[in-house]
């Protein structure tokens, strides 16, 4: 069965420094989202991507956020300068377009902002 | 803007009895309703799903169920099984495709 990749599993930074979580989605999704779930809390949406521009943000998603879908295969999540607060999962997800509306979710990032 | 809100936040069941966990959405507009399994260190996967035009869904020991009028749905598990523990969440979507998530059942299983 089709899969999400995401990598890496488990990111550790510094506060103030810049990452990026990297996704592959399923290769004929149309439809690329990006949600966070801070530890025994419910997931919470961040950003949609379609045709290669954002279709939606969250409150959440501020400047510090960006995506970048940089060579048709993988979809990145850029935070400029982490803050303890994001600290979190990351999942990413697809979905194939208009008829189907079942998420894929990849196996997320846990990032931990020291 | 959407909000669900899921019940309970926990629930210890005997294996082999049934577990029902509740869903209300607040938006109208919403017209997508999935359930999603997560395990420990694992993503959500989608289990079940059903849209605003079926009141009822079944698949082998799950149900769902939609009551469009009250906007409140449920997820029925039936001869609970260990492998069955796990964190449940609902969500409601409409056209955008952005789900708004409960805030997840823990499901215990006991054998």
């Known amino acids: 069965e089709p899969e999400v990749t995401q990598t890496p599993s488990h990111q550790v930074t510094q506060m103030g420094q810049e990452v990026i979580l990297r996704c592959v989605p399923i290769s004929n999704h149309l439809y690329f989202y990006w949600y966070r779930q801070i530890l025994g809390q419910k997931v919470e949406f961040l950003v949609s991507?379609?045709?290669?521009?954002?279709?939606?943000k969250s409150e959440i998603f501020d400047d510090q956020f960006s995506v970048e879908r940089p060579d048709g295969s993988n979809f990145t999540l850029k935070i400029r300068s982490t803050k303890l607060e994001d600290s979190a999962m990351y999942f990413c997800?697809?979905?194939?377009?208009?008829?189907?509306?079942?998420?894929?979710f990849g196996s997320g990032t846990r990032l931990t902002v020291v | 803007g959407e909000n669900v809100e899921q019940h309970p936040s926990t629930l210890s069941v005997q294996e082999g009895d049934s577990a029902v966990i509740k869903c209300t959405y607040s938006?109208?507009?919403?017209?997508?309703f999935p359930w999603y399994k997560q395990e420990l260190g694992k993503g959500p996967q989608l289990i079940i799903d059903i849209r605003s035009n079926v009141g009822e869904k079944k698949d082998q020991r799950i149900a769902v169920t939609l009551n469009k009028t009250a906007k409140h749905f449920s997820l029925h598990i039936t001869e609970t099984q260990p492998e069955d523990s796990a964190v449940y969440f609902c969500?409601?979507?409409?056209?955008?495709?952005?789900?708004?998530f409960g805030t997840g059942t823990r499901l215990k299983v006991l054998a």
């Open positions: 969500a409601a979507a409409s056209g955008t495709y952005k789900y708004i």
């Open positions: 938006d109208s507009a919403s017209n997508y």
């Open positions: 991507f379609y045709n290669n521009e954002i279709s939606e």
């Open positions: 997800a697809s979905i194939q377009g208009l008829a189907n509306y079942g998420y894929t």
